[in-house]
């Protein structure tokens, strides 16, 4: 399905362009002096930046990050004297105009094989590279500019490199919030929630890439061009070990589904169930602005929240645990957190699950504590029991009335209403 | 290590710069201050050998001992004064024989003169990755052989494993020594580059211990599984795991690789998930055999369990048809038999099991089979006895 650009899209890119022409309109003389004075250099940059472009890694969370692009781009906003070349001495509008034009140029390389093609991504990365170089080349330090340092070796090594390292984390961070923001507004999900992820998981990304571009500075003036190759040589690594790491957690998740699997391969609930009520219910706390970590447990838990019909004596019938006495019910969350329990890494996990068929009555009068995230699963189970896992309207609104029969009683409205907001965003769970 | 010391001392002299090699050791024993080892103790990251490749030239190879030397024995770790001297030795030594290879290749110690990316590939990148080879090589040996006098694991299996698990990453990591000393020595930045060179390895660290944390808690939510099993059937509380065990003992005693041993431990474990795929009351209409193909099938998507749930597949089918299943998988199943038999609803004696069973297979394979199982018994007999010896 192709997304209608949201407001806050519309607005980052055109405030990319903006960027854009002001830079083009002031600095075009001295573009067309960097491109008879640099062409080699900024070839190579160019070409880095757009490869690293075909080099994208998602995140856990659905965050994509382009490490080396990144890196390149930042180290040609910092970028003083290259070995074998004229000193880098262009205003930090040309910086800006050679990254946008050689993400662009990624991005249609990208469009002719095939892959997704953002155009938000390449408006926030060049406002953060923007933003880095302005800083870096234009704003005077103390006199003159931090790229007057570099380029007459006049301060303290420590001085430069930390100078580096903060003109490089402003611009990545304007990049990953502008980024969340996006997300937020794409998938419905609370802005501070949206932006606070973004910055958790891209720290072990961010630092590789807040060195990197300090690094292909501080090799440039010895090596060269080469510079380029090795400076981004321990992003690259530790790109390597993310990467891992993100496919190492997705076999994660696949173990928990595939456990989850066990009531509905052995018929004791309908197939999908499981994976319904867990969509459901990630889309419910994210609509809630609920923190990564929760939303994860959260998953498990809604994955896993039948596996107590194991072991029943005989199975209920339809395996809608939302029409089975209290008692029942109970029973079936506390073996479910029983059995999740043995593996002691899912503590957390197992919690939820076992106060998941509370009524929301005992929170409300008398005080039991029952966590937000075991009160979504109840409402997002019964949401799935209610309408047998179907999405037709007639369905989604005849579970929707049977929810409001108990709402305040055995369901809390709060969730409820996300729920329904939900359903207005299907499909971005 | 002495010798080695004499032997820099003598070639290269000591006249090092007191401030570099107290950056250099400072640094250094701030790798080994920072967890590096996974909780389950088998990814582990360090990057230590960074610092040591760096300081060859920087601070001379007998620096470099030094570096090796001053890192080792600051470590945080409580550890006994004896391991503690062990580790100072080798650190220091494997660093020097890194040095000398860095010399032989015809690493630069001075970097005079050198400039522009060939020269610097030549005699000082190159020399680097040689060096960190050399000292790879020579620490797996040194610990390789202490593991061997001390536990008793034979010299290449400990070295292999070494060299193959994290040895190729922390090979990786070294080559980040070539850029430390450019930006150290010729591009005139000094300690400042081994800090700016090290930030992106944070992330790295970071990045693999979470791997190390969610590779053991994936295993351990295979733990859940056999719960369920056992919820649904109690009397087969502990079979599981026993046959898992056993299984893997005889498979280990008829040679099958690291992978092999690896998958029969957990098809051992898994075997019986048949039982819980099929609801109560529905068991008559479901054979035994379709039940437990649908328990293989189940796990057949989980890319670190497909060796085992084809060991369970060929399980389910040898009862359906008469071809003889793998070794890997009679392995499981004779594990699996004979411990019904021995702890079943009328336990009897390991003999009598063991016995009974044998009678009932006269082939090649089943010969094996029995003969591992036989040792693997023997094994747990002394073991017991040890156990109860006071």
């Known amino acids: 399905m192709r997304l209608i650009p949201s407001r806050v899209e519309r607005l980052v890119v055109g405030l990319a362009v903006a960027v854009l022409v002001v830079a083009a309109a002031t600095e075009h003389a001295a573009f067309a002096d960097a491109i008879r004075n640099h062409a080699v250099l900024l070839a190579a940059f160019a070409v880095s930046i757009a490869v690293g472009e075909m080099l994208r890694v998602r995140m856990p969370s659905g965050r994509v990050a382009a490490p080396v692009s990144s890196g390149s781009a930042i180290g040609l906003a910092l970028l003083g004297t290259m070995h074998g070349h004229a000193t880098f001495d262009v205003p930090a509008g040309v910086v800006t105009l050679v990254v946008a034009a050689a993400l662009c140029l990624g991005l249609l390389v990208r469009g002719m094989i095939g892959r997704p093609v953002e155009w938000t991504i390449v408006a926030v990365r060049t406002i953060g590279v923007g933003v880095t170089a302005l800083l870096f080349r234009s704003i005077p330090l103390g006199g003159d500019s931090a790229w007057t340092w570099v380029a007459e070796g006049v301060r303290h090594p420590a001085v430069l490199a930390s100078a580096m390292m903060l003109v490089s984390a402003a611009g990545l961070y304007a990049d990953l919030a502008l980024s969340g923001l996006v997300r937020a507004r794409r998938s419905g999900v609370p802005v501070s929630g949206a932006i606070r992820e973004e910055l958790q998981e891209a720290q072990a990304l961010t630092f590789g890439v807040l060195a990197a571009g300090p690094l292909v500075a501080f090799l440039a003036p010895v090596v060269g061009l080469l510079a380029l190759p090795l400076g981004l040589l321990p992003m690259m690594l530790t790109n390597v070990a993310v990467r891992r790491y993100a496919a190492n957690r997705a076999t994660y998740r696949q173990t928990i589904a595939t456990l989850s699997q066990l009531t509905d391969v052995a018929g004791y609930t309908p197939t999908g169930h499981a994976s319904r009520v867990a969509e459901r219910s990630v889309a419910v706390a994210r609509a809630m602005g609920l923190h990564a970590d929760v939303v994860q447990d959260l998953e498990y838990a809604a994955l896993l929240h039948d596996l107590g019909q194991v072991g029943l004596r005989s199975p209920i019938p339809d395996g809608a645990t939302v029409l089975a006495a209290p008692d029942d019910q109970r029973r079936i969350a506390l073996e479910g957190a029983r059995i999740v329990r043995r593996t002691e890494v899912l503590d957390r996990v197992a919690d939820l699950m076992e106060r998941q068929t509370t009524p929301f009555r005992h929170v409300r009068e ?64 | 290590m002495s010798g080695l010391a004499v032997l820099c001392l003598a070639r290269y002299g000591w006249d090092p710069d007191w401030s570099d090699l107290v950056v250099l050791a400072f640094v250094g024993a701030l790798t080994w201050w920072l967890p590096s080892t996974s909780s389950d103790g088998r990814i582990h990251f360090t990057a230590d050998n960074v610092v040591v490749l760096a300081a060859i030239p920087i601070v001379g190879p007998l620096g470099a001992g030094v570096v090796g030397l001053v890192m080792a024995a600051l470590t945080r770790r409580r550890i006994p004064v004896v391991r503690r001297v062990f580790n100072m030795a080798m650190a220091s030594s494997s660093a020097m024989v890194g040095g000398l290879a860095y ?172 039982r819980v795929v099929v609801a109560p009351g529905r068991e008559g209409e479901d054979e035994v055999t379709s039940a437990r193909l649908r328990g293989a099938t189940m796990l057949q998507d989980l890319p670190f369990l497909r060796g085992a749930s084809s060991l369970m597949e060929e399980i389910a089918r040898a009862d359906l048809d008469d071809a003889p299943p793998s070794l890997a998988a009679d392995l499981v199943r004779v594990a699996d038999e004979y411990d019904l038999v021995r702890h079943g609803a009328h336990p009897v004696t390991a003999r009598d099991a063991f016995e009974g069973l044998r009678t009932l297979r006269e082939d090649a394979q089943g010969e094996r089979v029995f003969q591992a199982l036989s040792r693997a018994l023997r094994d747990q007999d002394h073991a017991d006895a040890d156990a109860e010896a006071p």
Do not use: C
Request: aromatic share 6%; proline share 6%; glycine share 12%.
């Open chain 2, 103 to 274: 010399d032989l290749v015809g690493g630069s110690l001075d970097m005079v003169g050198l400039s522009g990316a060939m020269p610097l590939i030549w005699h000082v990148g190159l020399p680097i990755v040689v060096a960190d080879a050399a000292n790879l090589v020579a620490n797996a040996l040194l610990v390789a052989g202490v593991i061997r006098l001390t536990v008793g694991v034979p010299l290449q299996l400990q070295l292999v494993d070494m060299l193959t698990s994290s040895g190729p990453t922390q090979f990786a990591y070294g080559i980040i020594a070539f850029l430390v000393v450019i930006m150290w020595l010729p591009g005139e930045l000094g300690p400042v580059a081994i800090l700016v060179a090290l930030v992106p390895l944070a992330g790295a660290r970071w990045a693999l211990l979470q791997y190390g944390e969610e590779r053991t808690a994936r295993e351990r939510a295979l733990g859940a599984l056999v719960s369920a099993i056992e919820t649904r059937a109690p009397e087969l509380e502990g079979h599981s795991a026993r046959v898992s065990a056993l299984a893997a003992v005889m498979a280990q005693d008829l040679g099958l690789g690291p992978k092999e041993v690896a998958d029969v431990r957990t098809a051992g474990l898994l075997h019986d998930l048949g």
């Open chain 1, 366 to 429: 008398w005080g039991e504590e029952v966590p937000l995230a075991s009160r979504i699963i109840k409402v997002a189970n019964a949401f799935d029991d209610f309408s047998h896992g179907r999405t037709d309207p007639a369905s989604v609104d005849a579970a929707l009335e049977r929810i409001h029969l108990g709402l305040g009683y055995e369901y809390d409205p709060e969730v409820v209403e996300a729920l329904i907001r939900t359903i207005g965003t299907p499909g971005r769970g």
